[in-house]
């Protein structure tokens, strides 16, 4: 396994629970929804161009797949296959869209993500880079990733705020990746959030800039690499007593 190989795991955004039942939700598209078929075209059309992805280019459908997702949670007996304890990577899959209830409640799930979508202020051509952000003062960088329920291994959690855009309150936090070689170790590294809260700060929002982009930084190791930083600074702190002496333990 190389370094590239983890960070893309990491970092991919790829939606896990899209590949379970997308089939099933495209099936129902193209399946008999009366006269909700016009209320739902743009739906579908955004779900079926969707990369099923978190990604920052990833289209509209992502928004309309959460939305759609979370309410079917509380539908019983909507898996086609129910999870197995001996067939735990597999299941569960697919929505048993063959059964009448199952198909009623995901149209009426997909006709409630149109409503949340329209209410949001949301166009055709939004990408989740316009709607998840990061903010830091006014600053607002859009953020990748997505719920951990929906199988998206870089899990970010973000809820709703102003003029359709979600604020991140958790998630990815620090992210390191380490190899070693006869050199000793070589590590590149990530903190999302930043070092500093202090929006006035350069260090506010760099890293978080830096994850955004998905720029990944070495980390030093060696005394001879750190001191080669040219932000290295070496600062001496000593203790001092209640009268203001140095103290001598």
Not at 9 to 31: E, F, I, K, R, S
Not at 192 to 208: C, E, N, R, V
Request: hydrophobic share 40%; aromatic share 8%.
């Amino acid at each position: 396994v190389k370094v590239e190989d983890l960070q893309r795991m990491v970092m991919d955004d790829q939606v896990y629970l899209a590949d379970q039942v997308m089939p099933d939700l495209l099936g129902a598209c193209a399946g008999d929804l009366g006269g909700d078929a016009s209320a739902l075209a743009e739906a579908c059309t955004s779900l079926k161009a969707w990369d099923r992805k978190a990604g920052l280019n990833s289209g509209l459908g992502f928004v309309y797949f959460q939305q759609i997702m979370e309410r079917l949670q509380a539908v019983p007996d909507s898996w086609r296959v129910a999870f197995d304890p001996k067939d735990p990577q597999r299941t569960p899959r697919g929505l048993a869209i063959e059964r009448p209830p199952v198909f009623k409640a995901v149209r009426e799930a997909m006709l409630a993500s149109v409503e949340a979508v329209k209410v949001a202020g949301l166009s055709k051509d939004s990408l989740w880079q316009d709607v998840q952000v990061a903010s830091s003062g006014s600053r607002q960088t859009p953020i990748h990733g997505g719920p951990g329920e929906l199988g998206i291994y870089n899990a970010i959690q973000s809820v709703p705020g102003a003029n359709g855009k979600r604020e991140v309150v958790s998630g990815t936090s620090y992210l390191q990746v380490v190899t070693f070689d006869g050199k000793g170790p070589q590590a590149q590294g990530l903190l999302a959030f930043s070092i500093s809260s202090d929006p006035a700060s350069p260090y506010s929002a760099d890293q978080t800039q830096a994850f955004s982009q998905k720029q990944w930084s070495v980390l030093p190791f060696t005394e001879q690499q750190i001191k080669a930083d040219p932000y290295y600074q070496a600062v001496i702190i000593r203790e001092r007593d209640e009268a203001g002496r140095v103290a001598t333990q």
